[in-house]
């Protein structure tokens, strides 16, 4: 079925009849439908379909290939680039096709979490994981999606309402043996003498029911409607009404009659909605970081590709060593704080233990940035370390108000806190920069904000330092903000949002697309 659905897709347009050839081969000759297509040469298709099935099967032995040793994720990332569905995501042109392409990014969230919380995630651990979540009755697309904030009505079950809150809100289906619904018993009960837990006396199971009915009512904001039907599909019994609406609204109200009604429309007189193909409408931004910012005042289209297509990429070898190096510092700061004494051998142990071998163009490579890392860790043990300065903070994650409608949020390294003032400390892998660029860097303003908010750190301006170190070179550049500097930056900062939300994203050129993650995508490199 899963390869029915892969040969089916518009990328490959194979037509509906070579389909069915290929699967009554199949079938006559008792193969499976990869097989099938295997012996494509046999079959009595067209020639167009003989070389894509071809093409096809070539993809599947090259990536069946690379199972032992790449993640389902790079897999996948692999299939998109030959298929060139990647390339698709990055030109959508109607509203449709902008959500199938937020459909890919979302799954590829889902999957990068995976994979992170579970090491060595292979394809099989991965499809047994997405199976296991579906039989459980998870719903990626409930899941995944702000209800609220979506212009559109929304068909929800009462447990994956709890917690939002509508205008108006429909309850349906209420008839007895529905809502509530009849109570099934266990297929293996447990016998009572076997649970701890004090059992609840009466009905429980009706109880549990009539806190349902209670959060499904209690979603409405503004309207609640109940509803029930006399009828449901070839029923011929009359259905009584659930005995919760009786409760919730008195007899006296049930009994009153009702005024007349507009006229109930036919089965038949229902008209097809035409799909919705116009402008792709813009949301206003109310959330940025600085990696976005600076992101998009490099280029408005990688923000595009980045972070309102999500379009995924492969990791490179610059962001994995310097993600492994962050790493290593949070976790040799941890065991300072815990009160333990670390040495330069801890510090190789963590290398290891944090080190991700993705990115890198050949073990050779990944040999070399791994000794340059062990270098880094040792100069900085030697020259940076003071076991009598504990960190006030690792890794602090921060949201900050620039305004009413606008949040600014992002991740700092490190916080020392002494003599009642704050440094914040972030770690760089690459070349040093100029005092110059540190004075004006947007990234420590930003950290500036955090540092003085009252919600964060809630220093004064004067009271804060703000210092990059740079592992390579053993350099540390340290500035300041003053509280003017900040007030315009929160000011920059918002018109920077109404700038991203009306722009077009188009290309600007420049040395940085040699390096984007993107360029294969992007008109302007070609």
């Not at 295997?38 to 032995?61: A, Q």
């Not at 993640?71 to 569905?85: K, M, P, V």
């Not at 290891?352 to 163009?361: L, M, P």
Request: charge should be positive; glycine fraction near 4%; proline fraction near 4%.
């Amino acid at each position: 079925m899963a390869l029915y659905r892969v040969l089916s897709l518009d990328y490959f347009d194979l037509s509906a009849r070579d389909l069915a050839a290929i699967n009554n081969y199949a079938r006559r000759y008792n193969l499976s439908l990869f097989e099938a297509c295997e012996k494509v040469d046999k079959i009595f298709v067209s020639g167009k379909t003989k070389e894509k099935i071809d093409w096809l099967v070539k993809m599947v032995h090259r990536h069946l290939k690379l199972l032992p040793k790449e993640t389902a994720g790079q897999i996948l990332y692999y299939f998109l680039e030959d298929t060139g569905l990647l390339k698709e995501l990055a030109e959508y042109k109607t509203l449709t096709e902008e959500k199938r392409a937020q459909n890919i990014a979302s799954f590829f969230d889902r999957l990068k979490t995976y994979e992170i919380d579970h090491e060595g995630a292979s394809v099989m651990v991965v499809v047994d994981w997405i199976n296991l979540s579906m039989s459980l009755g998870e719903s990626p697309l409930a899941n995944n999606v702000d209800w609220v904030e979506e212009n559109r009505v929304s068909l929800l079950t009462v447990h994956s309402a709890k917690g939002l809150e509508f205008p108006v809100v429909f309850l349906v289906n209420l008839v007895a043996a529905r809502f509530p619904t009849r109570q099934r018993r266990e297929q293996i009960p447990l016998p009572e003498e076997l649970i701890k837990e004090i059992l609840p006396t009466g009905d429980y199971h009706e109880q549990e029911e009539r806190r349902l009915f209670y959060v499904g009512m209690t979603r409405a904001r503004d309207r609640l409607f109940l509803t029930a039907a006399d009828y449901y599909g070839e029923g011929k019994r009359e259905k009584k009404l659930s005995p919760f609406v009786v409760e919730a609204i008195s007899e006296e109200v049930l009994t009153r009659p009702v005024g007349q009604t507009t006229e109930q429309l036919g089965l038949l007189s229902w008209q097809p909605v035409a799909e919705e193909e116009g402008e792709i409408i813009r949301q206003p931004v109310n959330y940025l970081s600085f990696s976005q910012v600076n992101t998009f005042k490099t280029c408005p289209r990688q923000y595009r590709f980045r972070y309102l297509q999500r379009i995924p990429v492969l990791p490179s070898a610059a962001a994995s060593f310097g993600n492994t190096m962050h790493q290593v510092l949070r976790d040799f700061y941890q065991m300072v704080r815990n009160g333990q004494k670390p040495t330069k051998k801890d510090l190789s142990k963590l290398l290891i233990k944090n080190w991700s071998a993705e990115g890198y163009t050949s073990k050779a490579h990944e040999r070399r940035m791994k000794q340059r890392g062990e270098k880094m860790l040792t100069d900085f043990y030697d020259q940076a370390y003071d076991s009598k300065r504990v960190p006030k903070g690792l890794e602090q994650a921060f949201v900050i108000k620039a305004s009413p409608t606008l949040r600014i949020g992002g991740k700092i390294d490190r916080t020392d806190e002494y003599r009642g003032k704050l440094e914040i400390i972030d770690y760089k892998t690459g070349k040093v920069m100029d005092q110059k660029n540190v004075d004006q860097s947007l990234q420590m303003t930003v950290y500036a904000l955090a540092a003085t908010d009252p919600g964060v750190y809630n220093k004064t301006a004067e009271k804060v330092a703000l210092s990059f170190y740079f592992l390579d070179s053993g350099e540390k550049r340290t500035t300041k903000r003053t509280a003017n500097q900040l007030k315009e930056a929160k000011k920059e900062l918002i018109e920077i949002a109404k700038e991203i939300a009306k722009s077009a994203f188009e290309p600007t050129p420049g040395i940085w697309c040699d390096f984007c993650d993107y360029k294969l995508l992007c008109e302007a490199w070609r």
